[in-house]
């Protein structure tokens, strides 16, 4: 399972930008999709993560409260992709983005894939 993450740029406070992920390889299945950051001396964080309606219930989205109301993640499981839309940027959102997924490849067992980084650097 590769993941590739694209978007990411600098922008100023206030600016939005949109990250993509886009899973190939043989994939059985995609569970949950995510994104992480992680800044200068900080450990990696958890920022938003959306689950897979095929799986059984809703899809359903879950965001760390730093970014309620001003990040939207969605996923389209047919292209294998997961989407960050990031409004009203904040110099604090200053990180290095990260895509993770929950997979299944095709003959394998389900196991936790991660992306390579995309920067996004907010100026004030």
């Known amino acids: 399972v590769r993941l590739v993450e694209s978007g990411g740029g600098l922008v100023q406070a206030g600016g939005s930008l949109r990250l993509s992920c886009t899973a190939s390889?043989?994939?059985?299945?995609?569970?949950?999709m995510g994104w992480y950051r992680q800044s200068p001396g900080n450990q990696r964080e958890p920022v938003a993560r959306i689950t897979n309606i095929a799986r059984g219930g809703n899809e359903i989205m879950t965001y760390v409260d730093s970014v309620k109301g001003r990040f939207t993640i969605s996923r389209d499981s047919a292209k294998k992709e997961v989407y960050l839309e990031m409004n009203s940027l904040k110099p604090e959102d200053t990180a290095v983005y990260y895509c993770?997924?929950?997979?299944?490849?095709?003959?394998?067992?389900?196991?936790?894939?991660w992306g390579q980084g995309t920067q996004v650097t907010v100026s004030s």
């Open positions: 993770k997924v929950y997979a299944m490849p095709s003959g394998g067992g389900w196991g936790d894939y």
């Open positions: 390889g043989n994939i059985a299945m995609i569970d949950i």
